[in-house]
């Protein structure tokens, strides 16, 4: 068997730092999502880099970590559009009904 070249160790390591830093750009989001909500949000899209080859056998235990936080964040995310989408139900119902409905005043003073 022959080794890899000596710039597929390199080319690996800086896609795995690649992917890291978009990893923590999430678990931020995911952190301050609330100061966030109404920032414009840039998709951002890995692409490999070309002629990346196969993974080097001294990396994969990085990279099985990395797809793990990876999985967390995307569950992360899907609770976090669920509970998004649950209010805006609710501020629409609430908008919905506030718009259907007559102010009513009462004074109690006697």
């Known amino acids: ?34 100061v966030l909500e109404t920032a414009p949000v840039t998709p951002v899209t890995f692409t490999p880099p070309d002629g990346l080859g196969p993974l080097p056998i001294a990396l994969a235990d990085r990279a099985r970590r990395l797809v793990q936080r990876q999985l967390d964040l995307s569950r992360e995310l899907t609770i976090a559009m669920a509970g998004n989408r649950q209010q805006a139900r609710l501020v629409g119902r609430l908008h919905r009904e506030a718009v259907d409905s007559v102010p009513v005043f009462l004074d109690n003073r006697t």
């Open 1 to 34: 068997m022959t080794s890899p070249p000596d710039g597929w160790d390199t080319a690996w390591v800086a896609a795995l730092e690649a992917m890291e830093l978009e990893a923590d750009e999430v678990e931020q989001l995911l952190r301050h999502r609330d």
